[in-house]
């Protein structure tokens, strides 16, 4: 038997204005996503904004649906979309914000489990890392060079 330690580095910066010109105007495209969420159950709405390669932003918000599971995250709505409409570009970075609407929401807040997975497989089909800056709607804001940072035992097809 023998451990192994996993370990990640993350960025954090103390809140937006730290942010270089072009990732603040992407967070900004992000939040704008964000306010025109789905979200009457949870109230927590959600925006992701998508750079790619050929200079193109995408974006999309979380979908909310009754039936709960039937809802979308805002990371694989707009991560589907730009898979969906530019196959052959790369996905450079992505910026993300969500927050409550019942209470202030000034911690990062990072993908959930699922919108790993999703962004997971698009790095390892683009064979190349794509950049995530997360926010709540106020105060730090986390970047991580990787998904694998945020998901270090990754699965993929590798395994199938």
Same mark, same amino acid.
């Given at each position: 038997m023998k451990d192994i330690k996993i370990e990640s580095t993350l960025t954090v910066y103390e809140d937006y204005n730290e942010l270089p010109a072009d990732i603040a105007l992407l967070m900004d495209t992000a939040s704008k996503a964000r306010l025109k969420a789905y979200a009457p159950y949870s109230k927590f709405l959600v925006g992701a904004a998508i750079l790619l390669d050929n200079g193109e932003v995408i974006t999309g918000?979380? %979908?909310?649906?009754?039936? /709960?599971?039937?809802?979308?995250? #805002?990371?694989?709505? +707009?991560? /589907? /979309? #730009?898979?969906?409409?530019?196959?052959? #570009?790369?996905?450079?970075?992505? +910026?993300?914000?969500?927050?409550? %609407?019942?209470?202030?929401? #000034?911690?990062?807040?990072?993908?959930?489990? +699922?919108?790993? %997975? +999703? &962004?997971?497989? /698009?790095?390892?089909k %683009?064979?190349?890392? &794509?950049?995530i800056y997360f926010m709540g709607t106020s105060g730090k804001v986390v970047k991580s060079n990787s998904l694998a940072n945020l998901l270090p035992l990754g699965f993929d097809r590798s395994f199938l």
């Open positions: 918000n979380n %979908q909310e649906n009754a039936s /709960y599971p039937s809802g979308l995250c #805002a990371e694989r709505t +707009a991560i /589907y /979309y #730009a898979g969906a409409e530019y196959p052959d #570009a790369k996905i450079i970075t992505m +910026a993300l914000t969500a927050g409550s %609407q019942k209470q202030p929401t #000034a911690s990062p807040i990072p993908p959930c489990g +699922a919108c790993r %997975q +999703a &962004i997971s497989e /698009y790095e390892v %683009q064979d190349s890392p &794509i950049e």
